[in-house]
């Protein structure tokens, strides 16, 4: 069997469609890995009507539902609640984004250069891990042509009731401290 990893579709050689050719002409059955791609609903059969032989949705992760409206608006709340937590620190660029493919909901994104915060990305992830209530952002190692920046971004749709609020404060509380101290650094 062929396994075709959807999140990465943009980064690979060949797209669905073309995986899906060789697999026909080899007579080796496809199987596409869409865990993290629903929402949209629509797609849940997308890729069996494109031709994949199996596709799989993680039960964990929009399959449970209820992919209505309510839900969404709860995604904006709770991501806009964490970049409303961090908003003061300038030296953070603070954004709201939507992946393209996989985990198609809203994330927030932090990205800063190391000089300004004194503070790298891996610093601040180990820090939220040690806290009282240990929390894993994710971790993103990618060069742009403006050169290297530290980022990290949280993903809020499998949280529970109650965790962003946590996730929020601990992360001004973490920044607030970063931003101070390196303001003292800078003032001698
Ligand atoms: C989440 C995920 C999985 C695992 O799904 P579970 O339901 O947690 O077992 C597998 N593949 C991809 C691409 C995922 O995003």
């Known amino acids: 069997m062929m396994l075709f990893f959807n999140d990465n579709e943009s980064k690979g050689k ?3 469609e073309e995986f899906i050719v060789i697999g026909k002409r080899y ?3 496809t199987f596409n890995d ?4 629903v929402p949209p609903t629509e797609n849940l059969s997308k890729y069996t009507r494109m031709g994949f032989d199996l596709v799989t949705f993680s039960g964990g992760k929009g399959m449970r539902g209820p992919q209505k409206e309510a839900e969404a608006k709860e995604w904006d709340r709770r991501t806009k609640l964490l970049a409303d937590s961090v908003r003061d620190i300038q030296a953070l660029d603070v954004e709201i984004f939507i992946p393209p493919i996989a985990n198609h909901v809203p994330h927030l994104k932090l990205t800063w250069n190391q000089e300004d915060l004194g503070l790298s990305a891996d610093c601040i992830r180990q820090q939220l891990r040690d806290g009282n209530v240990s929390i894993e952002a994710i971790p993103i190692y990618s060069y742009e042509p403006s050169g290297y920046r530290e980022e990290i971004r949280f993903g809020v749709w499998m949280m ?7 996730v929020a404060q601990r992360l001004r509380e973490i920044f607030r401290k970063t931003r101070i101290s390196s303001q003292t650094t800078n003032d001698g």
């Open 160 to 166: 529970l009731p109650g965790e962003t609020e946590i």
């Open 27 to 29: 007579g080796i059955p």
């Open 34 to 37: 869409a865990a993290a791609d």
């Open 14 to 16: 060949i797209v669905a």
